[in-house]
T-cell receptor, first 116, second 114 residues
Framework: AQKVTQAQTEISVVEKEDVTLDCVYE???????LFWYKQPPSGELVFLIR??????QNEISGRYSWNFQKSTSSFNFTITASQVVDSAVYFC?????????????FGTGTRLLVSP | SAVISQKPSRDICQRGTSLTIQCQVD?????MFWYRQQPGQSLTLIAT?????????ESGFVIDKFPISRPNLTFSTLTVSNMSPEDSSIYLC???????????FGPGTRLTVL
């Protein structure tokens, strides 16, 4: 069964600090996708990244970076030099090949509060 | 990329009434889904909206409570029936474009039931 765990319920940082959001997943499939979404207070889901299970290269996009480690079933997300606009709930999600990558299972989310 | 819109964006409803939420995609998509996000919670899949046939519901969700339609490849509706305060949630539509395997979420409908 697929499962996504985000153990950090809420994180508070001061602007310009670096912060890492943890994501641990469980799956029996060898082929799957991992995602990160941002949900600002307005409620819409903003897609951040999709990574397939065969690509363990770390990715960097501006202040955002992702560390994918299959050995520990983790897909962690780091924000460098955080800003107030980064305040949001961040969700990690998983979809498996056995559902045709159709079903998206979400973690419980991590609320990030960045104060000035 | 596709654009997904939902109507209404928010609503406040009385207990016992029903609300139909619309999801419109500006291009044909292969799959459409409906999710619920209760206050402070994660997203839970309600059902897969199948074009031209009955939706496929997840455990804990039933057609009588959440009837879904998908008359064509770009449009779907979710009805929340006989509402109670526990139905207060954000309801989100999600679509997958088969050609590109790209996924999109609608902006959500924020429902409050009094």
């Amino acid at each position: 069964a697929q499962k996504v765990t985000q153990a950090q319920t809420e994180i508070s940082v001061v602007e310009k600090e670096d912060v890492t959001l943890d994501c641990v997943y469980e799956t029996r499939d060898t082929t799957y996708y991992l995602f990160w979404y941002k949900q600002p207070p307005s409620g819409e889901l903003v897609f951040l990244i999709r990574r397939n299970s065969f690509d363990e290269q770390n990715e960097i996009s501006g202040r955002y970076s992702w560390n994918f480690q299959k050995s520990t079933s983790s897909f962690n997300f780091t924000i460098t030099a955080s800003q107030v606009v980064d305040s949001a709930v961040y969700f990690c999600a998983l979809s498996e090949v056995n559902t045709g990558f159709q079903k998206l299972v979400f973690g419980t989310g991590t609320r990030l509060l960045v104060s000035p | 990329s596709a654009v997904i819109s939902q109507k209404p964006s928010r609503d406040i409803c009385q207990r016992g009434t029903s609300l139909t939420i619309q999801c419109q995609v500006d291009s044909q998509v292969t799959m459409m889904f409906w999710y619920r996000q209760q206050p402070g919670q994660s997203l839970t899949l309600i059902a897969t909206a199948n074009q031209g046939s009955e939706a496929t519901y997840e455990s804990g969700f039933v057609i009588d409570k959440f009837p879904i339609s998908r008359p064509n490849l770009t449009f779907s509706t979710l009805t929340v029936s006989n509402m109670s305060p526990e139905d207060s949630s954000i309801y989100l539509c999600r679509a997958i474009s088969g050609n590109t395997d790209t996924q999109y979420f609608g902006p959500g409908t924020r429902l409050t039931v009094l």
